[in-house]
């Protein structure tokens, strides 16, 4: 009976075992060895524990450190995400004006201090503007050309800040992530991208960029905030800091935790995580993940960095019922949005293309100051784009009541009492100015959005989308509005709205055109209904949220077939074998396979060659493990060994086992050869992986593509008749797939 | 270049392609050959499609069939659940009295008729209780008498013809349906399972039993219901109903909509499927499945069965906060729904174990008739299990407001109008009463549960295990407001209970044990919590949920590793292995292969056996495949051909082939051997599988079995250095896993 334990994979030392996964950057990682890893040191301490107390309780420890790990991610991303709220919300105040008693306050904490009751649109005497606190004038030219240019000046402060310290400290704290995340989650390595400093850097870096008034949101960074917290806290626990796979698992989750704390919605951001950036999500990650997004917006929640109970600041509470004809506009909403979404990829794309290929490239800081200047220049004078793009969403979603004093609550209604209902009204002037601005805000949004996602700094890209949807929403929802006040007889709003009841909401319409469009540019599904029910609150809207996320879907897939995030996949040439795609092509393993037919391959064969030939072939070849076969003849494969083991076996061997020279044979079978005449020969079974994963050179390339992905191979062996004819790596796959496409397969990143 | 379309799948031949999927009853299908005929199925439309506008539209129709298959599915399950709710609530009332103007009306209609505008505990005058309608006596032990008589007469009725109907016209129609909808979902034909005769009794059945009033719900049996209605429509398209992996996608979206319908809950719908009972769950799929959710949820809701907006008759709406501290009672609850939960599978797999090997499973419609009148003549005495269940745990997870008038809500207060908070107060004596009655209750149930899951009528687990958490929360949330009532300055509730408001809410507690108990028996984790959360309308008390069901799972898990479902899976033997446990033991492939080293393994050679070698070889062995080898001395693997194809392939040369006899060559080469002196030879390469999926005998059986898993085996080949040396089929696994578990491999049900 053979050694079980080591059953060929090359680890059956307890050093190896537990020791560091290994892996080179920018390599692919090979799941099936990594999780056969992680079950033998399970069995291993299975084993131990029957032995002592010490044994059992590093066994329970063992056991429970998923639980403790994921909870550990859940605490610190809730504390983080405050942090930055609390942050953000200070600083973007801070480009307005100053609390000159306390400058820590925010404008909300400030006047809180004052004790004043009444105060409006947020200003109190205790919150001082820049023009009041340098000049002491609160209205004319020149307060308005010095909170002006006092905008400009921080803004422009913050985002040079921001890219100098992005650029300087941590070039991987740029951008949303959310791409580079799904990448390493299928598999990949980036060092450092996860590291602390990415961590530090991108959290400051966000708090700028976003106070800077940019075009961006906080959003998407969060989950990639998230996913560091989440590998550096995986080392804390060797079962998954030291293995690439199981540390995925724990990945999976905090990226749940990272849209939990963003938008508040644990669920959702659960399957966010399993829709759109996860790769390997076994079920039982799936409770965990839950567990971790929770305990994380319990947290953020808990800080409660909003002063209203929520951990967003665009939460709203819903519950009037929505008419079933109101579908048509909705299912309306969805295409636009589909439309704006895929418009909005084309032209980011086209974009960064340039940027990569073009001089601009070589000037990120210089690129960041100047998107600023315009961003800051063009927002201030639209009040729209100059407040804070999470209270513009907050201020579209909700309802006009008694308290709302904003010119798009401009109804000629009359309120006597806090309890009177909300009757439908003929909009003021103030609605329609309002209109104007906001359709003015839109393309104006639209246009900096596409320049600003891209740039060097942390930027997502959620809040802008949301944004630009809540606009084409709101006034979609104020036209039928206005339609069923002026028409209340018409058939189509007879049902509802003869009572004088405000029967369409303006509110709802935003929300399902922020649905929309986040659809159109991210391609969620049910992760983006789940996510914007929770932002709401009530079960009631799920229907148009629904429909307007299909159309939206359905519409853009039929413009252009990718997402945002997998377009910068493919723009950045990362090796992300989408799992979503289905390989259409009937091509064979066999034509996809190195070497083609006509050329060497690279073997070791079982008892044949010296321990000069194997290092001859490890100095003339760099591939990271050679086939073993009977002989040079009978090319029938024996296994596969790393190039990493045969290195180190042969140098560790050299330097320690007796009578081993260059001239020993390489012995891969467990009997000695006869002859046993030159030196003692080098017995490497050990160390011999005897279970690669093989498929004939007839197999269709749509199940080795489905292999590939479902068991996540790094490679595999093609043979014929049990002969081995080459080699497949996953390298080759993607390249296949991408030529497949009609793209360049060169574009691909991969060592 | 060869014809990669065929890419040896045996399945170049367009009726082939096209024609039925071919598996008998109590096989396992092959995923990957399904799939893969799928896609070729695709590509011949998507090459067809530009030949003409009919084809065009032939190919929109075949790309669309999943989203119409699953709308078709969502309305159908719908309106059979409303349906069922109706003729339930019924008939449920028919027990008890009958609205004599309109006997089709149950009591509460009868009583919205007649125009009175109170009636106490939804007694009015129009509706006559047998007594009043016979003996026109409403009080005195009479009437109380032949009240009784009569509850138990209808009972024993109701039963009896579900029984008989169950017995005489559909036997699987018995049962949730659960275990085996799980076992159909990983790739198992149980031929009428899930036919149209199934559906229609179980939805008559289902209505009889649960009016009956035996401790059952129709919660899962509506899970059953709803995959009925998928395979049906799914046979009106031939992309899903002709392939069994294909259609599995189509019952996995209606898993979801039947737990939609169930519940109110399209999200918790999806989940449940997507980690309670689905095997194969593309993200694809998910998507759809929702669309089917949520259309089954809205239609249900626009038939609105009770009357109240929402689909089921438990729905609350809670709005209160909950105090930390009370996570302690909380996840006390959830350790005794663990312990409730796993005492019930195992008392519960006790008696299904007894009756499947005693004389009382022949006997089912007696058995049912017993179940029926024990279960009566107990729960009419006792106002708590002579009421609806479903009417029960509605009444413990509501709050006591001003207008509840159960004993339950007997509380030392004085409501003065409507507006008024509701204030913490004394229990009065009915409250005590009445936790003395819910105690006997919860006891009756328990006992009666365990022997009514498992009868031969249609019966659910989800509603009796609700309904004994629901009691044993409410009477810890009882407990938890006297104590807060006659400690209010105690540090534990001084920050909440001060103000003189209601601070404690025994429906809340009710709720969290209700999850904890079902917990408990299913081992449901996400799709529990969102289940519940999505029947209270709002995310406030996902943590308290949370708690209780991990706490209930952990300790389920630690007394007893499988679910109620797993555990009638295994006393069934069917076979299905679950994607959940991980397989933790080190065998190799070469020690679970078949035949052992010493036996002889049938195979085919590729160039030497004549047609008459063959005929003997497919009658004397039975397998499903037979490998094909280059010679019997050098048995390296060629590929794999189906018994099947053949039998079929052999038939028709006979009949069609010129020359073909007994004593020809079957060739699978595409060279023709040289000798040619022979008949004609028959060349089968074209039906040869070339890509079968091999793994060699050093392959640690883990990865076995995540093969099978992942990529959908059937079966795969053992090679060793390019020789083959066995198969092992899933059968083989599922075996091998049982042996490894202690379990007799024997018990699998399996052809």
């Given at each position: 009976m053979e050694d079980h334990d080591g059953?060929?994979?090359?680890?059956?030392?307890e050093e190896d075992s537990v020791g560091f996964s290994g892996y080179s950057d920018f390599h692919t990682i090979d799941w099936q060895r990594d999780l056969a890893r992680d079950r033998m040191r399970h069995r291993h301490i299975v084993k131990k524990r029957k032995k002592s107390l010490w044994e059992l309780i590093k066994g329970a420890h063992d056991a429970l450190s998923g639980w403790l790990c994921v909870l550990l991610v859940g605490l610190v991303t809730g504390c983080v995400a405050g942090v930055i709220d609390i942050g953000a919300s200070w600083m973007t105040d801070l480009k307005f004006g100053i609390c000159p008693q306390a400058f820590w306050l925010n404008r909300e904490q400030c006047c809180w201090s004052s004790n004043e009751t009444t105060f409006d649109s947020g200003n109190c005497s205790q919150w001082l503007t820049w023009s009041e606190f340098m000049i002491s004038a609160k209205y004319g030219f020149g307060a308005y050309v010095m909170s002006y240019l006092f905008y400009i000046f921080w803004a422009m402060f913050f985002s040079t800040l921001a890219a100098l310290l992005v650029k300087n400290f941590a070039p991987y704290a740029c951008g949303s992530g959310i791409p580079e995340i799904k990448t390493i989650l299928s598999g990949f390595i980036i060092r450092g991208y996860l590291g602390k400093w990415t961590l530090i850097i991108k959290s400051v870096g966000i708090i700028l960029s976003v106070s800077a008034g940019l075009s961006l949101g906080k959003e998407g960074p969060m989950v990639h905030i998230a996913s560091c917290v989440g590998n550096i806290l995986a080392y804390l626990f060797p079962k998954y800091g030291r293995n690439e796979a199981k540390k995925r698992e724990i990945l999976s989750a905090a990226a749940a935790a990272g849209v939990s704390v963003a938008f508040g919605a644990p669920i959702g951001g659960v399957l966010f995580s399993l829709e759109e950036v996860s790769y390997y999500f076994p079920l039982k990650t799936l409770w965990r993940s839950f567990f971790c997004a929770l305990i994380a917006a319990f947290i953020l929640r808990s800080i409660n960095p909003f002063g209203n109970e929520h951990s967003v600041l665009f939460f709203v509470e819903y519950n009037k019922p929505w008419i079933f004809v109101e579908l048509i506009p909705f299912i309306g909403l969805g295409i636009m949005g589909g439309c704006i979404g895929t418009l909005f990829i084309k032209a980011n794309i086209f974009w960064c293309n340039y940027r990569k290929h073009s001089k601009l490239g070589q000037y990120p800081v210089a690129e960041v100051l100047c998107v600023t200047f315009i961003t800051a220049v063009v927002a201030f004078p639209n009040p729209y784009t100059r407040m804070n793009t999470s209270e513009l969403i907050f201020l579209l979603f909700s309802q006009c009541g008694i308290s709302s004093d904003n010119p798009i609550c401009d109804y000629n209604r009359n309120f006597t009492n806090v309890n009177q209902a909300i009757e439908i009204a003929a909009a003021g002037p103030g609605v329609y100015h309002a209109i104007w601005l906001l359709v003015l805000a839109m393309i104006v949004k639209l246009i900096l959005t596409v320049f600003t996602f891209g740039i060097k700094v942390p930027c997502g890209l959620f809040i802008p989308s949301l944004c630009l949807g809540a606009i084409m929403g709101r006034i979609v929802g104020i036209a039928m509005e206005q339609l069923a006040y002026n028409y209340p007889k018409n058939w189509i709003f007879s049902g509802e709205c003869t009572?004088?009841?405000?029967?369409?909401?303006p509110g709802l319409y935003a929300m399902v055109g922020a649905a929309a469009v986040l659809g159109g540019v991210t391609r969620m599904t049910v992760s983006l209904v789940v996510i914007m029910f929770e932002l709401t609150g009530g079960v009631r809207y799920i229907v148009p949220l629904m429909a307007a996320a299909m159309a939206s879907k359905w519409v853009g897939d039929a413009l252009g077939r990718q997402g945002i995030y997998d377009a910068h996949i493919a723009l950045n040439g990362y090796p992300f074998l989408d799992s979503k795609d289905e390989f259409q092509h009937t091509t064979l393993a066999g034509d996809v396979m190195q070497p083609k037919r006509n050329e060497g391959l690279s073997v070791i064969t079982q008892d044949s060659m010296t321990v000069d030939d194997v290092e001859v072939l490890l100095k003339d070849t760099e591939h990271n493990g050679y086939p073993v076969v009977v002989s040079r003849e009978n090319q029938y494969l024996v296994g596969f060994i790393l190039r990493k083991d045969l290195n180190l076996a042969i140098a560790n061997a050299k330097r320690s086992l007796e009578g081993v020279t260059g001239q020993s044979l390489v012995i891969f079978t467990s009997s000695t050869p006869v002859q046993n005449l030159g030196p003692a020969p080098l017995k490497l079974k050990k160390i011999l992986d005897m279970a690669p994963i093989t498929v004939t050179d007839s197999t269709p390339m749509e199940t080795v593509v489905d292999m590939f992905r479902k068991l996540g191979l790094r490679q595999t062996l093609v043979t014929h008749n049990g002969r081995l004819l080459g080699v497949i790596t996953k390298k080759d796959v993607l390249r296949h797939v991408k030529k497949m496409d009609n793209e360049d397969p060169n574009t691909i990143l991969f060592n």
């Open positions: 059953f060929g994979f090359g680890i059956s030392t009572t004088g009841d405000d029967c369409i909401q």
